[in-house]
């Protein structure tokens, strides 16, 4: 069993960055990929990015490569998303999961509450 607590979101202005965290409970933490998604107001949840278990493997959404970054330290227990250049469409609710890693929500096995992102324009 994994626990998953993320941290770290808030409302920032267009072009600002900010670093989201997502602690997990359990020792079996670095034997998980991890990913992070996003729920907008009104639409489906959707993957962002994902990283290996052993984060020598990353992946992005067409929308965020370039702006965004995964990473994980397996001594934490943490994955992290830095956000950066962040638009107003990246508003959502964004989750952590844990799981066997890919763009699809089924790979993923624990999932976090999530913590808000609003981007102003």
């Known amino acids: 069993q994994v626990q998953l607590v993320e941290s770290g979101g808030g409302l920032v202005q267009a072009g600002g960055s900010l670093r989201l965290s997502c602690g997990a409970s359990g020792r079996t933490f670095s034997s998980y990929a991890m990913g992070w998604f996003r729920q907008a107001p009104g639409k489906e949840r959707e993957f962002v990015a994902a990283?290996?278990?052993?984060?020598?493997?990353?992946y992005y959404a067409d929308s965020v490569k370039g702006r965004f970054t995964i990473s994980r330290d397996n001594a934490k227990n943490t994955v992290y998303l830095q956000m950066n250049s962040l638009k107003p469409e990246d508003t959502a609710d964004y989750y952590c999961?844990?799981?066997?890693?890919?763009?699809?929500?089924?790979?993923?096995?624990?999932w976090g509450q999530g913590t808000q992102v609003t981007v102003s324009s």
């Open positions: 999961a844990a799981g066997r890693g890919s763009y699809y929500q089924s790979e993923y096995d624990y």
């Open positions: 990283i290996s278990w052993s984060g020598g493997s990353t």
